[in-house]
């Protein structure tokens, strides 16, 4: 491995923030409203808050332990350095590659719809395509591949900028319709419905983790990686409530759970104007998503095997493309099977469930860190033992609780 050629360090925090809201917008907004106002109605926005106060405490987690271990792989790595178990480490590097493996066949399937909302061709043609122009542009390069998703992600926040401007608009008293998305706390049936549907708002929190595969390709990490961190949530969070909150206070809610193209839909009726500008931008958004998630998956593989997990093989670095090009092949192959043949509402869940496991052992790995007081690096992010603590336990509640709330 020594005669191999290093990743580089080309990405900077602008990018970096770029990046994790490319995933995050992607993955969330474009796709999942639908299945969100299915779920919980009215009180779909509460849902994200729900999800995005439970992502809060394990960003702080992944802020702090991303400075302490700036490596690939990280989420392994996290696991190892506190357990020290071997099959614990591949477990948890394994679930977080069939996570993001899935969430982009999640992502695919979505963007399909958009796709197919513009050009009359079939899914399977849609599917194929899509998933494979997006492996060849994570493969191409590092660099080009996060530019391009920071070009994409201002398209997918411009687009979201004109629903909620639009929203305002159309309905000058928005702001004081708020109230009717928050439900009464003695409404048990409507915080039970918050609670289940949460489950699947999550997934479109899932980003800010991504990120942390990247730090051996980030410039700066110890400052720039917690920041990308916190931004990336914040940013994400506002966006999300206020897009799902003009959604669910605009349009019938059984018409907006059956769109396909639900940001499509709300922005034809929110503004009389042809949906096509809005879906060409859902289709960026959706395209990107994609190719964050294969290059985090590929960089999970080639961190793993660097570290001797797995093999070598998975490690290698394409002397033209500086990028890990048999890890991105078999990832982009294998998305492009679960695409085919699984709906999008159980990969969304079956995605959030994985991540909500994997978090839970992160923050329980910080936790053991702390305990032990294992030293720290200097200048780095850290934050109070009581921030694990509550991501371990949100992070479990949401992964077990709606199996009593059903």
């Known amino acids: 491995m020594a005669d191999q050629p290093a990743l580089q360090r080309v990405v900077s925090l602008p990018l970096l923030v770029l990046y994790g809201l490319g995933v995050t917008i992607g993955a969330g907004i474009y796709v999942l409203v ?8 009215m009180f779909a926005p509460m849902s994200f808050v729900l999800a995005a106060i439970v992502m809060a405490f394990s960003a702080g987690t992944f802020a702090e332990l991303s400075s302490r271990f700036p490596q690939s792989a990280g989420e ?4 190892d350095r506190a357990f020290g178990k071997n099959w614990l480490t591949l477990l948890t590097g394994g679930i977080v590659i069939l996570s993001a493996i899935v969430a982009a066949a999640t992502i695919t399937l979505g963007g399909a719809g ?4 513009l050009i009359d ?4 043609v849609i599917i194929v395509t899509i998933v494979l122009l997006m492996g060849g542009i994570a493969a191409w390069g590092v660099k080009q591949s996060v530019i391009f998703a920071a070009v994409f992600t201002v398209l997918e926040i411009i687009g979201l900028l004109v629903i909620i401007a639009a929203g305002f608009y159309a309905q000058p008293d928005i702001l004081t319709r708020l109230p009717e998305v928050i439900p009464d706390f003695g409404d048990s049936i409507a915080l039970g419905a918050i609670f289940t549907t949460s489950i699947i708002a999550f997934f479109a929190f899932i980003g800010f983790n991504d990120l ?3 730090v051996e390709e980030t410039k700066n ?3 720039n990686m917690p920041l990308a961190i916190l931004l990336t949530l914040v940013i994400a969070s506002g966006l999300y409530f206020a897009v799902v909150s003009v959604a669910v206070l605009s349009l019938p809610l059984a018409e907006l759970a059956e769109a396909k193209a639900p940001i499509g839909l709300l922005f034809e009726s929110l503004t009389g104007a042809s949906p096509v500008t809005i879906t060409l931008i859902a289709v960026v958004a959706t395209l990107n998503g994609i190719v964050i998630q294969i290059i985090m998956a590929s960089r999970v593989l080639y961190g793993l095997g660097k570290q001797g997990r797995i093999p070598g093989f998975f490690a290698k670095i394409n002397t033209k493309t500086k990028t890990p090009l048999q890890s991105t092949v078999l990832v982009t192959v294998i998305i492009l099977a679960l695409a085919l043949f699984f709906p999008i509402g159980s990969l969304a869940e079956t995605t959030t469930r994985l991540i909500l496991f994997v978090f839970s052992l992160i923050n329980l790995s910080l936790i053991i860190l702390k305990i032990k007081a294992t030293p720290t690096p200097d200048k780095i992010y ?18 077990i609780g709606p199996y009593f709330v059903s």
């Open 34 to 41: 639908g299945e969100t106002a299915a779920q919980a109605g």
């Open 76 to 79: 392994a790595i996290y696991v």
């Open 114 to 117: 958009y796709v197919a909302a």
């Open 121 to 124: 061709l079939p899914a399977t």
């Open 212 to 214: 942390v595969n990247l």
């Open 221 to 223: 990490p110890a400052r």
């Open 382 to 399: 850290t934050v109070r033992i009581w921030v694990p603590i509550g991501g371990f336990l949100t992070c479990l509640i949401m992964l």
